[in-house]
Every structure is written in structure tokens, then in C-alpha cells.
């Protein structure tokens, strides 16, 4: 009779969906600055605002919980997943600056594939977060397994290659070769929150489904 008095929870779910569909977003336009490189600069704009955007709503999100008496599921999961989130965007802004800058000649396969393979993570992290929003069953850890473990080939067979390109090298060559040793690093650092991010979810679907 008088629930209209209790107080409601914020829309934590909504938001973090929200979240995640700009994460998912900032993934995809790294993918096609990569694919097609004539994308490349408006590509780079996008990221940018898409990223400043999820800056706006991961301060939301954090001041909505501090202000919380009631949240949908454990305080501590809504703070995990939306920093996490918030790093993994972060995260793939950085790879973005530095595919911007360096202005590559020309795309490394192994690059191109990596970012694919981030994104069908990303994608499953989705699925994820719509089953932890119903309180459904929703863990996907052999495929985000297999994915975590094709990428982790993919990176390897990227650094061979240029360990391989050592014959005679111009100085050129050289910055190259640095250049994306550097953008491999951030490539992993990204996948590693990715694969953070996961861990989260499955542990809040587990908990809560």
C-alpha cells in the first residue's frame, strides 16, 4: 500500500548497458579505422566523443551509488563493472592515439585480427550484462575462453613477425618496428581488461542469476 514511499533504486542496469553499448561502439571504430585506413581520422573523432561521453556516465554512475540506499545487485559488482568498463574504453582510446599518430604505411594482419577478436569479447560481455539485468544464466566462459586463447596466437604470431623483419634495416624500419611493438602492448594491456571485465560479469551472473 505504501510502496510508493520506499525509496527505488537508481537505474543501475540501463546505465551500464548504456556503458557497455558505447564500450562495444569505441571496439567497433577501431576495428574500421584498421580495415579501411581512409576512415581513419573520422574514426579517431568518434572514439574521442564516444569516450568523453563515457566519462560523463561512469561519474554518474559513481555518484548515483554513493547517493544509493537500495541497489539491484551487490554495491561492490556495480562499482567493478563500471570502472572496468570504463578502463576498457580508456583502454582502446590509447590503441586509437596511437594508431592515429604513427600513421602507419601499411596494417598489420595480426593487428587487424586482434581488434576483431576484442571485439567478439566485448560482444560477449554484452550477453553477459543483458543476463545479469534478468537474473538469468548467462556466463560464457568456454567462449570467452576460446577467444582469450586465440588472441593470445595471434599476438604471438604478430611479434614474431617483427622479430622477423631483421634484414636490412633502415632507420625507418626501425621506428616502425618500435612504433608497433608499442601498439601490440597496448593492444594486450586492452585485452587484458577485457578479459577483467568477463571475470567480473561471470562472478556478479553467478551470484545473482
Known amino acids: 500500500m505504501f510502496s510508493f514511499l520506499m525509496p527505488k533504486s537508481p537505474p543501475f542496469f540501463p546505465l551500464l548497458k548504456e556503458q557497455n553499448l558505447l ?43 554513493s547517493q544509493a540506499f537500495i541497489t539491484p545487485i551487490d554495491r561492490e559488482d556495480i562499482l567493478r563493472i563500471n570502472q572496468e568498463q570504463e ?18 604505411p601499411r596494417i598489420r594482419f595480426p593487428m587487424l585480427q586482434l581488434t576483431k577478436l576484442a571485439q567478439e569479447m566485448l560482444d560477449i560481455t554484452q550477453i553477459m550484462l543483458d543476463g545479469l539485468c534478468l537474473r538469468k544464466d548467462s556466463h560464457k566462459t568456454h567462449a570467452f575462453r576460446d577467444l582469450r586463447h586465440e588472441s593470445d596466437m595471434v599476438m604471438t604470431t604478430g611479434l614474431a613477425e617483427l622479430m622477423e623483419d631483421r634484414g636490412n634495416l633502415t632507420p625507418k624500419d626501425v621506428l616502425l618496428a618500435l612504433q608497433w611493438s608499442q601498439c601490440y602492448e597496448r593492444m594486450d594491456i586492452t ?8 571475470e567480473t560479469l561471470d562472478e556478479a551472473v553467478l551470484k545473482h542469476a
Open 87 to 104: 578502463d576498457c574504453m580508456d583502454s582502446l582510446q590509447r590503441l586509437d592515439t596511437r594508431l592515429h599518430i604513427f600513421e602507419f
Open 191 to 198: 585485452l587484458e581488461h577485457i578479459n577483467t571485465l568477463a
Open 23 to 65: 564500450l562495444r561502439e569505441i571496439g567497433r571504430h577501431v576495428v574500421s579505422m584498421l580495415e579501411n585506413p581512409q576512415v581513419m581520422n573520422q574514426a579517431h573523432k568518434e572514439i574521442a566523443l564516444l569516450e568523453a561521453k563515457g566519462d560523463r556516465l561512469h561519474a554518474q554512475i559513481l555518484r548515483l551509488l
